[in-house]
């Protein structure tokens, strides 16, 4: 679906003569990346999901319809959002209720390995401004922009975080 629904999406924008198209990617193209902070023009080629293969496929078709069709596209690359309504299959969530629930927390790992959490109302704020910079734009342009935060957080600090917030 992220592959073929996104390609049949960019094919009706050039059909209805739509210019400008905002892609929800993730930062699951970065793959296991030792180089930190990751930048936007870092190479991405050994994604280690088929989620973030696609991702990855999603912002290349962009391209390729940028350049044959001048369509300007913005794609975000998301790190990890949590905030209110998360879906309850993710760890923020999973590790709170079990909190909650006063319940054993599993890790997978010895808790060291980090990521950068990014609150909803800050990925709502780069979604917005992203929009803004296309509608100002007066050529056609495409653009990958990371929303995070740039603080990674490790998993240990993340859990005790959350016990904390919840006492």
Known sequence: ANVVAWTELLQLATEFETKKVVFGSSSSVYGNSNVVPFSESDPVMKPISPYAATKRAGELIAHTFHHIHGLSVVCLRFFT????????????????????????????????????????????????????????????????????????CTLRDLVKGIEEALQ
């Not at 309504?85 to 923020?92: E, G, N, V, Y």
């Open 81 to 152: 959002v949590y905030g209110p309504r998360q879906r309850p299959d993710l760890a923020i969530h999973k590790f709170a209720r079990r909190i909650l629930d006063d319940q054993p927390i599993t890790l997978f790992g010895d808790g060291s390995t980090s990521r950068d959490y990014t609150y909803i109302d800050d990925i709502v704020a780069g979604v917005f401004g992203s929009i803004a910079w296309l509608i100002d734009l007066e050529s056609p342009a495409f653009e990958i922009f990371n929303l995070g935060n740039s603080t990674p």
